[in-house]
């Protein structure tokens, strides 16, 4: 599957002629103030599901986006629980025989925000200035969610109905992996019944180059904890001869890459399913500013699998990322202490076909090995998602393009993702294609400080969503 | 030298008949209440030397320690400002001609107190309780001070005079590495000149087995601050091709030692007095429980150099220590980024005779080798100590072992500290010999949750105190 080729026409998307105005023109002139305050109003809510005293927030969140739901015309309404935080499901079904149904997939939890201090302004009280919106939250999901809601209800205001049957599930966990989301896809199954599966978390390649998304990288993590004294000694009188977490957890995470920064486990790359030459080919036609992808990133040099260029290690590569390391003392001035305890947080980043379970299976098995009797370690899995590739040549991919094409003039490119979501068990648990609408751009700082949505890449994306309802509508999904 | 041997028998100590009354003889009982509200008072006082905005607290801990001097009748008592935290000065004088003069060393500041949760009390609400004051700075090293100015103010209640003359120096930034002692030192080292030092901040091997310590480890401490992006970045998007601090750091972190345990930086041993066969041998001799020293410092097993025992490795090894090592999420659950910054801490314990800047530079040419150009490293020094020995053989050494065996009633052992003070520059700069009287024991939990005094070796080193002046009043130190 050549899921990174250059341009769409290669895999055969005719290009609509630019003729019939957009199903939503002018609704955004309309309803500006309304839909602003919306988005202001949900970002405002701290709902950070890997903060347990934040499931509070959580909650909330999961009822304003009910509200919004409801206030679109949506129906059968419904917050769902799990044994975690909420997700939120609405349908409207009245398409009539014949038109496709779609499953529109977001999420409404949001990111942890330390460090608190490098945000310009606190991530919970949005600021809307200069095109953007500033906040926890703003393109990582609930804008993305947003345009997608008031999509669905501008069409039923303008013309009472929408050209598909739509339902809504905006989840409440996805910043935390996922945990019991394939189970809730699972029990609800019938009810989501669908012929695709249109995702809005995803970026575009930039502003004036519109791409789409094609697949997803996978994500298992897990904390591992250390233990090896009742409580911190003083370095002078113990030093030396007690095991120190730290130099433990640093030894387990330095050993963790080779010299070639490949991941180091044993058998780790085994499953990894090898790039055709076409999609090597295409990966390498697209026209990528290595030095202003470093700009974005705010980084002066590069690191990573030798031999693999960048857009390959972040779309085509697992990893094994630190994604934190926390030993003893990390206040001002020094502290002379051998530190009792010590964590550990390792993220990797799957492609088809790793298997979450069989990595995390293997990570434990790599650190049974590594820590000296009497140490106590404690591994916790922190949640899993499988990688996941959608074919470009479904016709649906091609009803999403010509929908991008509307918006933005111009056919949207192939790209992949490095990021991880559920999308793999949407695609597998409802045995549909997962086509994805994202407006996020490189730069709008997902999972950083000063988190942003470029507030034009939401208006288009608005629009996007209302024509490819109408493409989807007349286009045979076979 | 022979700073370890067994007993001091054999360097020439002459036990005294167990004769004359102790000096002090029921001071304690007559004043108990009122001394048990100073302590409580003075540990009360959070003079965290390490918190820039705990400064106001030591300053209000150094007017208390001036308050303390008075109260005992010692005269020109001062706060003696520095760049940093004021120390205080106090003296009496009147022991008349020939009398032998001791500066009485110790410090007013104490460490951090995290991890707060730890704490079976508050550290800054100390409790007395089943014969121990737990607070933070109880033993380190209010306490200590505190008996050596009791001792001071019963002798001169009682017998209107003391038998030596009398300096105190309590220091303010013990627990920061000294920074502005030895400038201290030398700018009042007419006024400081004394015949002795006496330091009371140091540990007995146990209640029931007095010691006396001969050497200290030195410290040379730094913080490795390492950035590579503007923010954080999404581990999905950016990970695998960008550098991440958590990698660089664990790496270096893991390269601090070989396999061996051994530092690893090039020429770090090169310094190192090697023990003398008949040091070596007493070290042997010290009825060492290997198992009760694990079980006080929590640990179910060992760690460090190769070949060397563990009286040897804390005592009498140089060691480089992780004392604490921050990057990326440290937070419930799981944050998928790749961090942007990062920070390691090293405390190194040094021996005689390697220099604290010489480590120091060494330590800052091996990093420089250790981070790829773009990534940005800032190394700041935290404060250096030297290493310290005092010569067993020194007549005032004899004296201190009659006064420890006139109140614990066997004769002490000669050990060494693995701890870090500024006793070396004491020596050094008042050309004197440093006599260690303390009275803390390996159950106090220096540095960590729940610090402790035993109250009943307070009040043993306060009897040791009075009897310590009268001994060095009687032995010629020539």
New interface residues.
Partial sequence: MSSTSATPASVGVASTAVAAPLALAGYADAERARIERRLLDWVAIPSI????DRAGDVRRSAEFTAGLLAEAGLEHVEVLETPGAPAVYADWLHAGPGAPTAVVYGHHDV??V??LE?WSSPPFEPVLAAGECRGRGAVDDKGQVLFQVEAARGLLRRHGRLPVNLRFLIEGEE???SPHFEALLAAHRDRLACDVVVVSDT?MWAADVPSVCTG??G?V?A?VVVR?????????????????P??L?????????DGQGRVALPGFYDAVRPLTEAEAASLRRLPFDEAAWMAA?????????AGRS?LE??WT???A????????????????????T??L?V?F?LVADQDPAAVLAGFRAWLAERF?????VTVTA??AVAPALTPVTHPAVGALCRAVEAVWGVPPMFTR????GPEEALGRVLSAPVLYLGVGL?GD??????ERLVMDQFWRGLLAAGELWRELAATPLG
């Fill in positions: 599901s890997a903060h347990p990111q942890p330390d460090p490098l910043e935390v992996g970026t997803m990288r994500l993590a904390t090896t004294a009742a409580g911190d000694l003083h370095s002078g009188v113990f030093g030396g001869a007690v095991p120190n730290a130099h957890l640093a030894a387990a995470a330095a050993a963790l890459h990133a705010g980084v002066k040099c590069l690191d990573g699998e960048t290690r972040v590569r697992p990893t990322e630190v994604v934190g390391l926390t030993a003893g003392y990390g206040g001002p001035g020094i502290k002379t202490i051998v530190p009792a010590g964590t947080k993220a980043r000296p009797p009497g140490v106590e922190e949640g993702e490095g990021g991880s490189p700082r997902f999972h950083a400080p000063d």
